[in-house]
């Protein structure tokens, strides 16, 4: 069990005593510091693998073309270029669809569908793009605070400071560096793209998202490396200056959105793998994000 509690003893009792910080010391533990030394035995204690974890959770939604996007966003799109037994008789780049030795699909999509990585470069001209996100702070502690039965009657409600405190007094202070993620319910609203967005006659979204005060806390007071939610956005649906964006990404976090399976994982305890996509340059991109415990 790589829990936010022993991760923390594991810092007090070696972090400090070899001046190491603790983002190097969970890089290490996270097994993203490729060749360091320190400590392996305590390593292995504090490192989850899918070996030791007794449940992996799979928070990535399946990406489809009927998949709710941003409104106004392109749909996902898949086109198969080669197929091994089927065919319609037209030519992919490596032949004839029919017959050929491989199966493989053309994909398009924006970066931002299903579930998926914002980089501080998408709300941040300074932030950096979504290859150079550092490997350890892909792997994280997963806090999830629930606000499913505010949302269920409030589809505006925003994640506030105080909700943050209330987990808190339930659950311990806040891992360092871990991810904050908003559990709004609204995962059930997936298979119904228009439950999903939730747009009123004007065309504007009512969806829950984090307070932009509660985005500052966090990367204020506490020791986040990312913030994620069940929703298209980290933000509030009818929000028209992305704060909470604006927070996060602004102060180099990265924002992971449209997660699935909150429910289903503790809300402190797990940790989070987060398969964010590396091309050159990316704003941020469709990622596949486990959860063990
Ligand atoms: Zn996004």
Redesign the pocket.
């Known amino acids: 069990m790589c829990s936010p509690r022993i991760m923390s003893e594991v810092y007090e009792r070696i972090g400090r005593r070899a001046n190491v910080s603790r983002r190097a010391l969970f890089g290490v533990l996270g097994g993203a510091a490729v060749g360091a030394t320190l400590a392996p035995a305590l390593a292995a204690r504090a490192y989850a693998t899918p070996a030791d974890a007794t449940s992996i959770v799979d928070l990535t939604h399946v990406l489809t073309p009927q998949f709710p996007v941003w409104p106004g966003s392109r749909q996902f799109e898949m086109h198969t270029v080669a197929s091994i037994t089927t065919g319609n008789g037209s030519t992919g780049s490596l032949g004839p669809i029919g017959g050929s030795a491989f199966y493989l699909n053309e994909l398009r999509y924006e ?2 569908t299903g579930t ?3 980089a501080p470069a ?1 709300a941040s001209v300074d932030g950096i793009t979504v290859e150079q996100i550092p490997a350890a702070d892909l792997i994280a502690p997963i806090a999830v605070v629930d606000i499913a039965a505010r949302a269920a009657t409030d589809n505006d409600t925003l994640l506030t400071r105080q909700d943050l405190l209330e987990w808190e007094e339930r659950h311990g202070r806040l891992s360092s560096r871990c991810i904050v993620a908003m559990h709004s319910g609204w995962e059930s609203r997936v298979a119904a793209p228009g439950a999903f967005t939730n747009q009123d006659a004007l065309g504007v979204q009512h969806t829950p998202g984090f307070a932009p005060e509660a985005v500052d806390f966090l990367v204020h007071e506490r020791d986040i490396v990312a913030i994620g939610s069940d929703t ?2 980290i933000d509030a649906g009818r929000s028209t200056t992305y704060g909470a964006h604006l927070a996060a990404l602004g102060a180099g976090k990265y ?1 992971i ?1 449209v997660l699935a399976n909150l429910s289903t994982i503790p809300a402190s305890g797990a940790t989070c793998m987060v398969g964010a996509p590396t091309h050159a340059g990316g704003s ?1 991109g469709p990622a596949r994000v486990l959860a063990l415990f």
Do not use: Q
């Open positions: 970066e931002h998926h990585v914002d998408h298209l956005s924002g959105e941020g």
